[in-house]
Nanobody, 124 residues
């Protein structure tokens, strides 16, 4: 059974940092396109970042480019999202997802496996 488990969310002040982790079981992250999405209350789930099967193939939403970094540790079968210079508008539930493409994707329906989400709150 394939499972994704996110961790690392929490409350942080504006300008602070958090690192989210997504641990996979039953499927190797190296053979998947991995993505991070987020959903704020009352809003649609939106793309944040994606990493393809090649670690140098990454993509970011314009709103997080330069502040967030997606990476993968194949030995730990884990994907990370390093979030720096956090803003109140980054507040949302963050979801990890796995897909079968070779390259990155911003499309939710191209990801077949989702984690349960982790809450990130940016507030003073």
């Amino acid at each position: 059974q394939v499972q994704l488990v996110e961790s690392g969310g929490g409350l942080v002040q504006p300008g602070g940092s958090l690192r989210l982790s997504c641990a996979a079981s039953g499927r190797t992250v190296s053979s998947s396109t991995m993505g991070w999405f987020r959903q704020a209350p009352g809003q649609e789930r939106e793309f944040v970042a994606s990493i393809g099967r090649s670690a140098d193939n990454t993509d970011y939403a314009d709103s997080v480019k330069g502040r967030f970094t997606i990476s993968r540790d194949n030995a730990k079968n884990t994907v990370y999202l390093q979030m720096n210079s956090l803003k109140p508008e980054d507040t949302a539930v963050y979801y990890c997802a796995a897909g079968s493409r070779w390259r990155t994707s911003r499309i939710l329906t191209e990801y077949g496996i989702w984690g349960q989400g982790t809450q990130v709150t940016v507030s003073s």
